[in-house]
T-cell receptor
Framework: DTEVTQTPKHLVMGMTNKKSLKCEQH?????MYWYKQKAKKPPELMFV???????INESVPSRFSPECPNSSLLNLHLHALQPEDSALYLC??????????????FGDGTRLSIL | DAKTTQPPSMDCAEGRAANLPCNHS???????VYWYRQIHSQGPQYIIH???NNETNEMASLIITEDRKSSTLILPHATLRDTAVYYC????????????FGQGTTLQVK
């Protein structure tokens, strides 16, 4: 069971569509993360939010737009994606940003397919 | 960030202990070793972490060598449900909170 909830679980969209991925946690965590995982590869960090502000963008293309409306919610807005963006998108949270001794807790991800 | 080296795959008989090794020879003094696992079609699951001392929780034990250059995750009585990819990660000591995943070890419990 995960305490980080991601919706939807699956998403199929065309290259011209606009969609959003949603992530929610109610553990009072102040850091939230987006990762991308291609098939048979390890997760790769995309964005980090600390206290609802974007602190790290790992050179992600602008067709991915993150948003943190409040401390419990994290969105990833998608626009004009390419077929190579098909992947599992994972959200994670941790108690304090940057604390080395606190684990990140992951959701089960949104499996995205771009047609 | 310290890199980790893990064997790509391992087998374990059900009911036996699974010992998963990890090398992290460039680890810094204040960097923690984390273990996660990922069962097919799920997100990574946190297992355990440690700095210097051995750690144990309800899922596993973590043994860190005295020089901290390697560690071993021990699942005391492996079951079929423990079949997964296991990631050993050295967490960045900078104030970023980044987790950098390596290729991990695919553990097959038979």
């Amino acid at each position: 069971d995960t305490e980080v909830t991601q919706t939807p679980k699956h998403l199929v969209m065309g290259m011209t569509n606009k969609k959003s991925l949603k992530c929610e946690q109610h553990m009072g965590h102040r850091a939230m993360y987006w990762y991308k995982q291609k098939a048979k590869k390890p997760p790769e960090l995309m964005f980090v939010y600390s206290y609802e502000k974007l602190s790290i963008n790992e050179s992600v293309p602008s067709r991915f737009s993150p948003e943190c409306p409040n401390s419990s919610l994290l969105n990833l807005h998608l626009h004009a994606l390419q077929p190579e963006d098909s992947a599992l998108y994972l959200c994670a949270s941790s108690q304090e940003p940057g604390a080395s001794n606190q684990p990140q807790h992951f959701g089960d991800g949104t499996r995205l397919s771009i047609l | 960030d310290a890199k980790t080296t893990q064997p790509p795959s391992m087998d374990c008989a059900e009911g036996r202990a699974a010992n998963l090794p990890c090398n992290h020879s460039t680890i810094s003094g204040n960097e923690y070793v984390y273990w996660y696992r990922q069962i097919h079609s799920q997100g990574p699951q946190y297992i355990i972490h440690g700095l210097k001392n051995n750690e144990t929780n309800e899922m596993a034990s973590l043994i860190i060598t005295e020089d901290r250059k390697s560690s071993t995750l021990i699942l005391p009585h492996a079951t079929l449900r423990d079949t997964a990819v296991y990631y050993c990660i050295v967490k960045s000591s900078s104030n970023t909170g980044k987790l950098i995943f390596g290729q991990g070890t695919t553990l097959q419990v038979k």
